[in-house]
């Protein structure tokens, strides 16, 4: 994986690189500041990863880093902080992110948190077919795409709901509905993402798969009658 750091203790910065050099990743850059990372992105630099402190001494902070990369690039969002109060996660939560880890962290937190994030991206190729890797504990079961009802999002947990039972996913909404196909998955809204193939009834502001009332926003309703051709 290629990875960007964004930390302005050049101590911390050291560590990081050493760390995640050992488990096999490339630091493609390491940054200070806002304007540091705007300078990597005009450079070409594509990370998989960034690695961000949210409390940088600039006028930009962490949170503004993440917007950046939002925008010019596909690489998930890794904060770091050496706090975790409510303000701190509020933000975390409205940008999506992706992970943190909270200083000061050990070399196996590192791991951990680029292993669920490099974990994400294997079940890309099983996409490709007609079937996904999902977790569930300490496995990886195979599901076929075509037997999930739903997805309902609860902060940095998924629950997909299939025809005969449920599954619960440590990863955002945003995270799966980058890994589904578009279509027959439709995102309805903030909370849920659906399976077109499974819509029952369309109402004014609302789908119904089997016996649940899914909320439908204006726009998503649109794409659904693209996709629906109603």
């Known amino acids: ?59 930009y902070d962490g949170t503004d880093v993440a917007e950046l990369l939002r925008k010019e690039t596909k690489s998930k969002v890794i ?14 939560k409205q940008l999506e992110i992706d992970g943190y880890l909270v200083k000061p962290f050990k070399s196996d937190d590192i791991k951990v948190a680029l292993s669920l994030l490099t974990f994400e991206n294997t079940i890309k190729q099983p996409l490709k077919r007609e079937d996904i890797f999902i977790r569930s504990g300490h496995e990886q079961i195979r599901v076929k795409l075509a037997e999930i009802l739903y997805a309902e999002a609860d902060d940095n947990y998924v629950t997909i709901y299939f025809k005969e039972g449920r599954k619960l996913l440590t990863m955002s909404l945003k995270a799966l509905e980058e890994e589904l196909p578009s279509p027959p998955f439709l995102r309805t809204n903030r909370s849920y993402l659906v399976n077109t193939n499974h819509v029952d009834k369309v109402g004014a502001g609302y789908v119904i798969i089997g016996f649940k009332e899914i909320p439908i926003n204006e726009s998503s309703k649109l794409k659904l009658k693209e996709i629906l051709d109603f």
């Open 1 to 59: 994986m290629k990875i960007l750091v964004v930390e302005d203790d050049v101590f911390v910065q050291e560590d990081l690189k050493e760390a995640i050099s050992l488990l096999g990743h490339e630091v493609i850059a390491s940054c200070e500041s806002y304007e540091d990372v705007v300078s990597c992105l005009n450079e070409g630099i594509n990370p998989d990863i960034a690695l961000i402190d949210i409390q940088l001494s600039t006028s």
């Open 79 to 92: 904060f770091l902080t050496s706090r975790t109060d409510d303000r701190i996660l509020h933000k975390a």
